[in-house]
Each structure stands twice: as structure tokens, then as C-alpha cells.
């Protein structure tokens, strides 16, 4: 299943909201890289065992399933979190990138392939439309959880 979606962080019709900057949005997802369980309520833990600039390795726990994947990061553009194939987890990856089509109208692209053929996909389109649901909604909690954090100040700070 191939999937994405845009969420709108900035919209510029709006004077009231509050605005987020590229460096606020960036940190809030590099945060959700390095410290998911803010913004994964049902994940028990997350190892980080590997950091560099410009990728980590971790091990997430949710109750017995265990998983590894490696993040990679480009600094202000997007965050690759990728999945290789492990026990009964196929391989998959989850794509967020900042996109800017016009000055501070910041939009984040979520885009996910969990490594299915079509064939599989056309087998599953029942699944996958919950599972679409499912990483939509997440999705829309992880930027409002950053807009939390930022309206607090704590996306101010930290280094990115």
C-alpha cells in the first residue's frame, strides 16, 4: 500500500492562528523521532542505539512485538523512517516531508509504503483503508501535539 497526505500547519487566510516556523515545525518532528512515546500513547518503549546528524537506529516496544527500524534525516527538509523486514513485519517506510509553496504556508507530506505489490494491495483494500484511516488520524495528532508544544515554547530551544 502506497498512501499520502498533506496536512496544513500555516494557513495564511487565517490571521488568528498561530503561526509555526520551518526550524518550531522541524524540531517537533525530529522530536517525534527521538521521543515517540509523546506522541504514541499504546508504544511501551523506544532504545535509541545508534545516533549520528543524520540517522538513528531504534528499538520500539509494544507489548511482545518488537521492532527496528532505522531514521534518517535531512535537515529542514523531511525525516525517513524505514522499516526493514523482520520476523513477520514486512519491510515499510514512512516519509515526512516540510513542503513551503508559498513563503511560511508549511505543509507536511506524509508518505507511506509498506512494500505490498498491487496485486497484495488489491487483496487487502479492505485493511488498507482502515490502515489509511488509521496513519491519517495519527498523523493529525502528531501535528497537533506540535502545535502544542509550540504555542508552549518548547520547540524554541532545542537544538535541531
Known amino acids: 500500500m502506497k498512501f499520502e497526505h498533506l496536512i496544513e ?26 521521543s515517540p512515546k509523546l506522541f504514541v500513547p499504546y508504544l511501551d518503549e523506544c532504545n535509541i542505539t545508534e545516533r549520528t546528524e543524520a540517522r538513528m537506529t531504534r528499538t520500539l516496544r509494544y507489548g511482545d512485538l518488537v521492532i527496528n527500524d532505522q531514521v534518517n534525516f535531512v535537515h529542514l527538509e523531511h525525516i525517513h523512517y524505514d522499516v526493514a523486514a523482520q520476523n513477520d513485519i514486512p519491510q515499510s517506510s514512512l516519509r ?5 509553496p508559498v513563503p511560511e504556508a508549511f505543509f507536511v507530506r506524509f508518505a507511506y509504503d509498506d512494500g505490498h505489490s498491487e496485486e497484495e494491495d488489491a487483496a487487502n483494500e479492505m485493511y488498507n483503508d482502515y490502515r489509511r484511516s488509521a496513519y491519517q488520524e495519527s498523523d493529525i495528532d502528531t501535528i497537533r501535539i506540535i502545535r502544542e508544544m509550540a504555542e508552549a515554547g518548547r520547540l524554541n530551544a532545542l537544538p535541531s
Open 9 to 34: 500547519i500555516n494557513d495564511l487566510t487565517n490571521p488568528l492562528n498561530d503561526f509555526i516556523t520551518r526550524e518550531q515545525l522541524w524540531r517537533g518532528l525530529v522530536m517525534r523521532a527521538e
Open 96 to 100: 515526512m516531508t516540510i513542503e513551503e
